[in-house]
């Protein structure tokens, strides 16, 4: 079982630039796609990024296509999520997430995936 530890968040006035960074930990990252997800308050969970196993192929929610980056680095087990030119719907809780089924592209749905952070709180003001 894989543990994950999310960072990076905080207020930044829109324009601006986050990168959110996803700690693993209890087993090597690399067997695992990963996704990033976001929540913002009284809206469901939503897809933000996934990244599969190898990096090879990545996939975006059409709202952060063009702005948003997903990479890992496997060796530091460690994803990374590059937010730029924020806006403040970009508001949200953002989580990140293993997905444990040794698929070789990226997952985009929820239930696609098995081990979940707790989350880091990304407040983008106007």
């Known amino acids: 079982q894989v543990q994950l530890v999310e960072s990076g968040g905080g207020l930044v006035q829109a324009g601006g630039s986050l990168r959110l960074s996803c700690a693993a930990s209890g087993r090597t990252l690399s067997v695992y796609g990963m996704g990033w997800f976001r929540q913002a308050p009284g809206k469901e969970r939503e897809f933000v990024a996934g990244?599969?196993?190898?990096?090879?192929?990545?996939d975006y929610g059409d709202s952060v296509k063009g702005r948003f980056s997903i990479s890992r680095d496997n060796a530091k087990n460690t994803v990374y999520l590059q937010m730029n030119s924020l806006k403040p719907e970009d508001t949200a809780v953002y989580y990140c997430?293993?997905?444990?089924?040794?698929?070789?592209?990226?997952?985009?749905?929820?239930?696609?995936?098995?081990?979940w952070g707790q989350g880091t709180q990304v407040t983008v003001s106007s």
């Open positions: 990244i599969s196993r190898t990096g090879g192929t990545t």
């Open positions: 997430a293993a997905d444990g089924s040794f698929s070789a592209r990226a997952r985009t749905r929820e239930y696609e995936y098995d081990y």
